[in-house]
């Protein structure tokens, strides 16, 4: 049975290294929560007749994250011995996103990028668009987004060293913080501090016409803060803080009972410390066809490739509910700054959650046993190390047959109720809580079943997967919405039925929705991830967290 016993309290002497790791996984949130929430938000509100297909488009934009399985060895293999194995690759990787997200607001700020967005705060811009050269947008934030994606694979790898065995699953816990908190600040802090009509409502004393901060602003800014963490890493981290005293750990001694505890066993089975690991171990002084090597060695396992199907298809579910319900609203009149307000009473339970899952997690990987009530153990099967993920998974359909009546249920006159309020609020949260659960569940998992010799490139692999069975399907689905929508063009001579909404709109028509694609979509992504939960999910789940750890090495 794969588990492995962990004490369920972070241990005091790993606290400044895992306060870097929030830290470094914080900045990874930032391009993650533009490019994946905010940019496909603005562009639906500065160019309102943006399709669900141009959306699609630059969801293209996400993609590095999923492929960056690609390079990771070569992260594994190529660095500096004298600056260190990981920090040989996230000092210069920030370094360069930071100036990259300066370049990009700056271009914004100069109206040759995004023009519009930040019309509140340029009086000679248009307030909307018709249009956006999306093609340009998708390119600047893929190449962000690929940066990101670079840095998030030294950082996995660092995480399996710079903390101690007994406090390795709060690296997921870590992970979990950092990037929500990042992805938060980008996407709903950002968004209401950038709505004037926020301030107005729930702040200001006098109104104004534009936010506290514009996007070109939001971006230069993100760029210093890079830049700052940058140079911390710089000069204040070495690459094994608890045995070289770095951080505030000068006072710790190596000989400190606390400090054996993050010894490891090589494959021989004679212990080493994470300090030898570095320097000694073979996979350090390997070229990278070999890493390439062992990386298709890890392809092979047999888990490894059930772990792969799983991810491909887990996702899918709540494609259309994730990714399109909050534009719908904002399609239909909900008001940008209620939304921004839905998302920031999200933002603490998210951190909250975030460690209180973790400590779920860690305590299903213990080898204890464990009991389930009888009617949660008939639908998720025996409690494992995967049983949060499980429950996780089924929360999120939940969620998405929510997402499906919130719409439906959008008051005609447009006036939102506080009855109504109050329900977007609930189904934002419950989408958002399970799907924390279902991150920092499998973020265990894959901390617990990675191989720490080729760490970074095995955490590299097992998240690739994970964010893949999110990412090939988005283009998809946003393009499934637009496909099965029909409308009626109101206002032309000939009344033409079952046109496309860009048609109607050339022709001087409006276009009247006749069958929403969204409900379509969303229904055959529920229903299709329901029969693979009950006929495959499930089954290959229990199979996975039995296999012993053996199961998962070459």
Request: aromatic letters at 14%.
């Amino acid at each position: 049975m794969l588990s492995c016993k962990r004490q369920s309290q972070l241990a005091s002497h790993d606290l400044p290294q895992f306060y870097l790791l929030v830290v470094l996984y914080f900045l990874q949130g930032i391009p993650v929560g533009l490019a994946f929430g905010t940019v496909p938000f603005l562009l639906k509100s500065v160019a309102k007749d943006t399709s669900f297909t141009k959306l699609g488009v630059f969801s293209m934009a996400t993609y590095p994250y999923s492929l960056k399985i690609l390079w990771s060895p070569i992260v594994d293999s190529i660095f500096n011995p004298k600056v260190g194995r990981r920090r040989s690759w996230i000092i210069p990787i920030q370094f360069i996103s930071g100036l990259m997200l300066w370049i990009v607001g700056y271009l914004i700020s100069k109206g040759l990028l995004f023009e519009g967005v930040d019309a509140a705060y340029n009086v000679s811009s248009p307030d909307t668009l018709s249009d956006i050269n999306v093609t340009s947008l998708t390119v600047c934030f893929f190449v962000l987004v690929f940066l990101c994606a670079t840095q998030d694979i030294a950082v996995d790898g660092w995480a399996l060293t710079i903390l101690s065995k007994q406090s390795l699953s709060y690296a997921s816990t870590a992970q979990t913080v950092g990037l929500n908190t990042g992805y938060f600040l980008s996407f709903s802090i950002f968004l209401s501090f950038n709505s004037g009509h926020f301030l107005n409502k729930y702040i200001r004393s006098t109104a104004q016409d534009y936010g506290l901060v514009s996007f070109s602003g939001y971006l230069k800014l993100s760029g210093w803060i890079y830049m700052l963490v940058t140079l911390y890493v710089v000069f204040y981290t070495t690459e094994h803080p608890v045995t070289s005293g770095g951080l505030p750990m000068a006072s710790l001694k190596k000989d400190d009972d606390d400090v054996k505890e993050v010894d490891m066993v090589n494959s021989s089975g004679r212990p080493f410390t994470p300090v030898e690991y570095e320097d000694n171990s073979p996979i350090e002084k390997a070229s990278v066809i070999s890493v390439y090597k062992s990386f298709i060695k890890v392809l092979k396992l047999p888990a490894v490739q059930s772990l792969i199907i799983l991810h491909f298809i887990s996702k899918f579910a709540f494609q259309c509910n994730e990714g399109a319900t909050s534009l719908k609203l904002l399609e239909k009149g909900f008001k940008r700054e209620d939304l921004a307000i839905t998302v920031l009473i999200d933002f603490p339970f998210e951190i909250i959650f975030g460690y209180y899952v973790a400590k779920w997690s860690s305590e299903s990987n213990k080898d204890e046993p464990k009991t389930t009530h009888p009617i949660i153990r008939s639908i998720v099967g025996n409690a494992g190390v995967l049983t949060p993920w499980l429950v996780g998974y089924l929360g999120r359909v939940i969620a998405a047959i929510l997402g499906s009546y919130v719409i439906a249920q959008f008051p005609v006159d447009g006036r939102i109720t506080k009855r109504y309020f109050l329900l977007v609020i609930i189904q934002n949260l419950l989408g958002s809580f399970m799907a924390t659960v279902q991150f920092v569940g499998m973020s265990a998992f894959h901390t617990l079943v990675a191989d720490p010799l080729i760490g970074g490139t095995y955490m590299t692999l097992l998240n690739t997967l994970s964010n893949l069975g999110g990412t090939w399907s988005r283009f998809l689905v946003m393009t499934m919405i637009d496909h099965f929508t029909t409308y009626d063009c109101k206002g032309i001579e000939d009344n033409i039925v079952t046109i496309t909404k860009q048609q109607c709109l050339k022709k001087g028509g409006q276009p009247i929705i006749i069958r929403d694609g969204y409900y379509v979509t969303n229904f055959i992504c529920i229903f299709v991830g329901l029969f693979l939960f009950f006929t495959y999910t499930r089954r290959k789940v229990q199979y996975l967290q039995a296999l012993p750890i053996s199961a998962w090495r070459i």
